[in-house]
């Protein structure tokens, strides 16, 4: 039997996961997982903090740092901290969302990532895996509407895609379903927080 330190959950609960370096988290994390809460219908946002991303070349902060920096910054009881990639021992993003799916077999998941993630995930490893495994809710962030909309995985699993006036149906859906919604834009990102010695 698994023993890990990983949230829990009860059966037919929705929760949305939220995947990335979080080097650092700021308050665009915080406004796409608030969002996200309320247009997927979800009961829970699960955070998990990657130990490292695979298209990236040089490696975060340490991730003890950026799992404690994120639960200062989080006050919301249903926005979850959690780092199941390091406990699982999973590099990619499908190995971590099939092993979640296998521990917690009752519980409705849905994958969550920024507009900006959908214009490059056909450069992930098994990303076509992904939608079939879970719904995808994707979120808008500045700059990133019309070109994530017309990207290669919007296109591949367009007759997949929930209109927004239905987002709250998302976690209720079987994959393969994805939905995109607008929202109020916050212009945070890591790189500019990085890049202006904000993340020492």
């Known amino acids: 039997m698994l023993r890990f330190n990983l949230p829990k959950s009860n059966a037919g609960r929705r929760v949305g996961l939220l995947g990335g370096s979080f080097d650092p988290a700021h308050e665009g994390h915080v406004r796409i997982s608030e969002q996200a809460l309320k247009r997927f219908d979800l009961d ?4 998990l903090v990657s130990p490292a991303n695979p298209l990236k070349p040089q490696g975060p902060a340490p991730l003890d740092k950026r799992v404690a920096h994120a639960k200062r910054l989080i006050d ?14 999973t590099r990619f993003t499908f190995d971590s969302l099939r092993a979640l799916r296998d521990i917690y077999s009752t519980t409705r998941f849905t994958w969550l990532m920024g507009a900006d993630n959908l214009a490059q995930i056909h450069q992930w490893r098994d990303w076509q895996d992904i939608f079939q495994l879970m719904p995808v809710g994707v979120l808008a962030r500045p700059g990133q509407g019309l070109a994530a909309q017309c990207a290669p995985a919007a296109r591949r699993f367009a007759s997949a895609r929930l209109a927004a006036r239905d987002s709250r149906l998302l976690s209720h859906c079987t994959a393969p379903a994805w939905c995109f919604v607008d929202m109020p834009q916050n212009p945070a990102s890591s790189s500019a927080i990085r890049n202006r010695g904000g993340w020492g």
């Not at 829970?44 to 955070?47: A, G, I, K, L, P």
């Not at 919301?76 to 021992?89: A, F, G, N, S, Y």
């Open 44 to 47: 829970q946002v699960w955070w």
């Open 76 to 89: 919301h009881p249903r926005i979850v901290i959690t780092d199941v990639e390091t406990q699982l021992d």
